[in-house]
């Protein structure tokens, strides 16, 4: 395995684990949201936690 294929899966568990950390201490969403937004982020890998941080940590309108 070549260094930087491995340095950047390394970020990249890094930065997955630092979202779900982040979802889960979220208020904005319930149970199934964040459940979603774990999904969303392990799926779509670095795409996904910047999802996160542009949608999904503002506040959800009820």
């Known amino acids: 395995m ?8 390394f970020v990249s568990l890094i930065i997955f684990i630092i979202t779900v950390v982040s979802i889960a201490k979220s208020t904005n969403h319930g149970v199934l949201g964040k459940f979603v937004w ?7 890998s670095i795409l996904g936690s910047i999802l996160w941080l542009i949608f999904g940590r503002s506040k959800v309108r009820n």
Do not use: Y
């Open 2 to 9: 070549e260094p930087i294929t491995f340095s950047f899966g």
């Open 38 to 44: 774990i999904l969303v982020a392990f799926f779509l």
